[in-house]
């Protein structure tokens, strides 16, 4: 049976785990099929780290968790749902930020408004073309109102 669980590294006293799927028959510290994760007990938060899309995959495919990989992957699945529930009003705030981006390239160092001036010439060019277009445009009906007022003398 495939089991999901602590993998113990680090120096005495100074413990360090990895979250490793193994052969349940293996030895703690054996050989291990793959590496999902890292435990430090002795941090007070943030703690352990998991790759919660191969935990998935591996409890897909029938692997069982040890009790405490149980709890981190509850606790990360936890995590996950707070963040989701803070991404839009992090996006909103993303775009009020976005607009007092602008001003910055102006206070920018001297090499990077060089490389956006070479950049800009390009955006220039786009409207130069329209602007073409638009005249065009222009001249096209300004020319049966000229054939008009000959017309009105």
């Keep these: 049976m495939v089991k999901i669980r602590l993998r113990r590294f680090g120096k005495r006293n100074t413990p360090v785990y990895r979250v490793v799927v193994a052969d349940g028959r293996s030895p703690r510290d054996g ?33 069982q968790p040890s009790d405490t990989v149980a709890s981190f992957i509850k606790k990360a699945r936890n995590g996950l749902v707070q963040e989701s529930v803070e991404q839009p ?9 976005a607009p007092s981006l602008a001003p910055e390239p102006e206070v920018a160092a001297a090499g990077e408004i060089v490389a956006e001036e070479t950049s800009a010439p390009e955006p220039q060019a786009v409207v130069e073309v329209n602007d073409s277009k638009e005249t065009s445009a222009q001249d096209a009906p300004a020319e049966p109102e000229a054939d008009a007022s000959k017309s009105e003398d």
């Design 31 to 63: 050989r291990i099929i793959e590496e999902v994760g890292t435990y430090d007990p002795l941090l007070k938060n943030n703690n352990f780290k998991l790759k919660l899309d191969r935990v998935d995959y591996w409890l897909g495919v029938g692997a």
């Design 89 to 97: 009003v992090a996006d909103t705030d993303e775009v009020s930020v």
